[in-house]
């Protein structure tokens, strides 16, 4: 699962509501997960006193990591999957599953 030589793609609500920087992130975040990965990786997008947090879980095998980031523009929040299909990767938003 999550190969780095698979395509990668994001919806147009990813593309319009997440920041670049934010998606790179969230991409890295799976590709430094030890193996194995479940195909679905769940991120909650919430802001803290100014902070961006980003918690990560997936369910086969339990995974669960929080990354605390300085802002520089405002905090989103959002709840993103990415999801690994076997040919591709696509990161949406919950409301577009």
Excluded at 12 to 36: C, N, T, Y
Excluded at 71 to 89: F, M, N, R, S, W
């Amino acid at each position: 699962m999550f190969e780095k030589s698979k395509k990668k793609y994001l919806t147009r609500g990813v593309d319009s509501e997440i920041l670049l920087d934010i998606q790179i992130f969230m991409w890295e975040a799976v590709d430094k997960m030890p193996e194995p990965k479940d195909y679905l990786q769940v991120f909650r997008l919430t802001e803290q006193n100014g902070l961006q947090v980003i918690h990560h879980t997936s369910e086969q095998p339990e995974y669960e990591m929080t990354y605390i980031l300085p802002t520089v523009t405002k905090a989103i929040t959002a709840k993103v999957y990415i999801i690994d299909d076997g040919e591709h990767c696509t990161m949406l938003l919950a409301e577009e599953y």
